[in-house]
């Protein structure tokens, strides 16, 4: 095992086929699609944008499971979509039913 430090915490990753590896999933916050699923041995968050998030921001959208893999919150399509048909909707944490 191999601990990884992102943003203040340390990850451990698992061993898959000789190498460390973790996975990156992106999904909706509001429907819970999986919209993307990274699995890589080294990750610049910088390429993936993280570092124009606010703490705030990185607290609220990105989750460290147990396991060292990560989650990070984002509208997919249909619900942005749906967002801007009903922007009170916006005023709901969750609007699917």
């Known amino acids: 095992m191999y601990k990884i430090t ?9 061993y898959f ?8 999933t992106y999904k909706c916050k509001h429907c819970n699609y ?4 990274l ?3 080294v990750v610049d968050t910088k ?3 993280w570092d124009h998030l606010t ?3 990185q607290e609220a959208m990105i989750t460290y499971e147990t396991d060292g893999h990560i989650t990070v919150h984002v509208i997919c399509e249909n619900c ?14 969750h609007f699917i039913q």
């Not at 086929?17 to 990156?24: D, K, L, P, Q, T």
């Not at 999986?34 to 699923?37: M, R, Y």
């Open 6 to 14: 992102l943003f203040g915490k340390t990850l451990i990753t698992e």
């Open 80 to 93: 942005e979509s749906a967002l801007n048909q009903h922007p009170e909707y916006h005023a709901l944490d």
């Open 17 to 24: 086929r000789g190498g460390s590896s973790f996975v990156i």
């Open 34 to 37: 999986t919209i993307a699923t």
């Open 47 to 49: 390429v993936l944008g």
């Open 39 to 41: 699995a890589e041995k």
């Open 55 to 57: 703490p705030e921001e």
